[in-house]
């Protein structure tokens, strides 16, 4: 454990102590399911847990030894009572000693898959629970990783997870990315800073199956770039003619676009919210020698379909992939009838015997849901279609099998009629 992350962890208390004798025990009740812990499954909720005065004051980041009711040895787990996840497994040993070396294991496992998937060292990293690394992500940028902590226990190991990427990885700048709603559930503060080595002073230029993209890793949404569009992005691209036409609505930094110009289409435009996301979309087409090819158009994604279908605009290629409309269950009807309407506003702009795409990053919309609202946006739309493919977010972002969030992206492509 790095000197920074000892003086962290005396502050909120020890939370994080190296000595296994030493934690607290977290136990479970009667009726939990310890087998389901057994057989990987990597949370605990805060009513399966005897909740007692001493384990409710346990700061948030504790690390404890898990326990069946029978006061069986199961897991070394993470603890935040201030979070409806009260426990994170970190490791099936009940005495594994968690700091710098032991991310760097859990590191170099995830690093040993993303050489074998990819030649450039652009990628993501570690995928939280599906690496071993609970709550945790990180996208590399060359020799600059984004680490987003977040669950609290990361947050406090922080400059070990700095550490550990340089021992690993030869990263030499690491940017904490302390933006988002997970972390907000977490009670995490939400400020952002470099904790290893300088920020490179403009954004990263990120080449991907053949285009370049621009990553703004401070200013930019989430870690800068979405990776996990990577297998559809190509996808894409063999959809598209040469010469061609393609819209990209809620492009963010022309994920689709761009693709589609590396691809060979004749002219792209990108729509988004952001101007921001739209500049760094121009600087990537620019850098790709494509810069007259992009046009961007800043507005509400729902008003801009609507106006290009009142004045009759069609395309080759048109690609949605909007926010999460459903990131919750309380939100799920709402968001389906969202992901509906970007559907039937899309389909129209479709040309004749073109393709249509359409993605959903909620973690609450399952696939069958959100093929349904697609489906029948499409056909309010009046347009008949063929489902060609389904796509998911790429091998760098790999899923626990026992936990459907980490499922999260579900991408559809359709031929129209």
Sequence with gaps: MSENSQTTAA??????????VARPVIRLRPKANARAIRHGF??????EIVADRRTRALPAGAIARLEDHERRPLATVAVNMASKIACRVLDRDPAAEIGRAWIAARLEAALGLRARLHDAPFYRLAHA???????????RFDDTAVLQPNAAWADLLADDFAAALGDVCAIANVVKNASGRARR?????????????????APIPVPMNGAIYMADLMGGQKTGL?????????????LIAPGGRMLDVFSHVGGFALAALAAGAGAALAVDGSASALDLAKAGAEAMGQGARLATRRGDAFEVMAALGEAGERFDLVVCDPPAFAPNRKALTAGLRAYERVARLAAPLVAPGGYLGLCSCSHAADLAA??????RGIGRAGRQAQLLHTGFAGPD?????????????????????
């Design 11 to 20: 502050a909120s208390g020890s939370a994080i102590t190296s000595d296994p």
């Design 226 to 238: 979405y990776y996990d569009q990577r297998p559809n992005h190509a996808f894409a691209q063999r």
């Design 129 to 139: 629970e599906a690496d071993g690394l609970p709550g945790v992500v990180i996208d």
């Design 42 to 47: 990597p949370w605990i909720y805060a009513d």
């Design 370 to 375: 959100f093929r349904l609202a697609s489906t």
């Design 185 to 201: 559930l977490e009670g995490l503060d939400q400020e952002s800073r470099v904790i290893a080595g300088a920020l490179p002073g």
């Design 397 to 417: 972002h790999p899923q626990h099998p026992q936990l459907a969030e980490s499922g999260y992206l579900k991408a559809l492509f359709f031929r129209l009629a």
